[in-house]
Structure formats: structure tokens, C-alpha cells
């Protein structure tokens, strides 16, 4: 009988979520959704090319310090997911298998002590459970991530759960990030992306083909200082050229 009610109760989450996808309430609702499945105190999902140039963070929710969450975040970012030993395994596997969402629970006692402290003992979490998805149309890698300060965080009902469900769970967010970034347009995804005002205004003049001396022109800019603008958003981007920036709008 619970079963029967907590499945009918995360199929109208679900339907909820499906209903705003692209839009601002649907983290709200797929975390509660979540709740249901197995508690969860923080949600991290990162974003990897094919060739390993860009990574992105683009889910970033720690339930009790949002702050942390977001340090967190640029913390693996900043090189610490090259020490994750969980990625790279579940990398191999999607890639032998793109059409499954291969998951793994992870204890934080099974970690490199600096990786551990960093990640699991300054937040206080004692297990993750991660999957990755592989999007077929920029074959870009989803890893995502749900952790948990409980030291049983995941029950076998639980874990069950979360594992039946990833692939669905998976396939959800791909959508919503494409229907998101299509709502912002380029502007508002590039802003997310961490870039300056101004580097975003010139990054779409480029895009428009805007060379640096037109975009100059017209912003009353000097030239040096719109391959400079570009320079530093490009950096930020970690692409190289303007085909890259086209990907990745």
C-alpha cells in the first residue's frame, strides 16, 4: 500500500516537473520530488566536452548553505574533479554504454584524505550516490551527484529507488538544461556562465561575425581592449575560438 502511494505521489511530482521545464520553478519541484525518493542535502551536477576543454557547473544546491554550495562547486572546478575517483569509472561506462545511466554509491571513508576533507568532512556529508548521462546531441557527460550527511543516508528501498530511476532522472535534466538555455538566450546563458556583462554583450557581437574592430565602433571601445574583453571571456568559457562559442551556445 506505501508503496503503491509514494509511487502515485512522485508520478504528479514528475508530471510537475515535466510541466515546467526551461523555467525557474522547476528545481523547486524536482527537489521536492527527490525528497521523496531518499534524502538528500546537497545537489551538484557538472557538465564535461567530449574532449575534456569545458566544464561547467550547472546545478549547484546545497540545502542548508547555499554559499557552500556554490564554493563547493567552484572548488571541483578548479581542478579537485581530476581527483574524484568515482568520475572517470562511471565516465568508461557510459561510453561503453551511452543508452544507460551507470550509477555508484560512494562512502566518504573510501576517499583520499584531502578530497574527503575538502568535499565531505568541511560539509559534513558522509555519502553520495552519482550517475552520469551522456547527451547524444553534443555527447556531452552529465555527472550527477546526491549527497547526504546521514551515515545510512541511503536505505536499500531508497537506493533502489534512486538506481530504477536515474536514467529517468537523467533524461529530465538534459531537457531542462537545453529548454533553459533556450529561455535565457544567449545573453542570460552566458551571463550564468560567469561572464561580465560587457564579455557577454561582445562574445554575441561575435557571434552576429563582429569583428573586433566593428564591435569597437560600435561600443566606443578601442580595439585592443575588445580582444581583450574576448580574451578573458574566452578563458572563462575555457574555449579557444569562435566555432567553440557557437557549441557552446
Known amino acids: 500500500m506505501y508503496s503503491r502511494v509514494l509511487n502515485q505521489a512522485v508520478s504528479d511530482q514528475l508530471a510537475g516537473c515535466i510541466d515546467s521545464l526551461g523555467s525557474g520553478i522547476f528545481y523547486p519541484r524536482f527537489f521536492q520530488m527527490m525528497r521523496l525518493l531518499a534524502p538528500i542535502d546537497q545537489y551538484m551536477v557538472f557538465e564535461f566536452s567530449p574532449n575534456g576543454d569545458y566544464a561547467t557547473c550547472r546545478l549547484a544546491h546545497n540545502i542548508e548553505r547555499p554559499d557552500l554550495g556554490l564554493e563547493l562547486a567552484s572548488l571541483y572546478l578548479d581542478g579537485a574533479y581530476l581527483d574524484d575517483p568515482m568520475l572517470e569509472e562511471l565516465k568508461a ?10 550509477c555508484q554509491l560512494l562512502e566518504k571513508r573510501h576517499l583520499p584524505p584531502i578530497y574527503r576533507r575538502r568535499f565531505f568532512n568541511v560539509p559534513n556529508f558522509d555519502t553520495k550516490f552519482s550517475f552520469v548521462v551522456l547527451d547524444p546531441q ?15 543516508a541511503f536505505a536499500d528501498t531508497q537506493l533502489n529507488a534512486l538506481k530504477q530511476s536515474s536514467s529517468l532522472m537523467g533524461s529530465l535534466l538534459l531537457k531542462h538544461f537545453r529548454d533553459e538555455r533556450k529561455r535565457r538566450g544567449v545573453v542570460k546563458s552566458l551571463l550564468a556562465s560567469g561572464l561580465s556583462e560587457r564579455e557577454a554583450q561582445i562574445c554575441n557581437m561575435i557571434l552576429k561575425g563582429h569583428t573586433a574592430k566593428s564591435i569597437g565602433n560600435d561600443l566606443a571601445l578601442s580595439e585592443s581592449t575588445v580582444i581583450t574583453y574576448k580574451k578573458r571571456a574566452f578563458d572563462k568559457l575555457k574555449i579557444n575560438r569562435k566555432s567553440e562559442l557557437v557549441k557552446f551556445v
Do not use: G
Open 138 to 152: 553534443s555527447q556531452h557527460l552529465f555527472y550527477i551527484n546526491f549527497y547526504s550527511k546521514k551515515e545510512a
Open 93 to 102: 561506462s557510459v561510453l561503453n554504454s551511452p543508452d544507460d545511466a551507470p
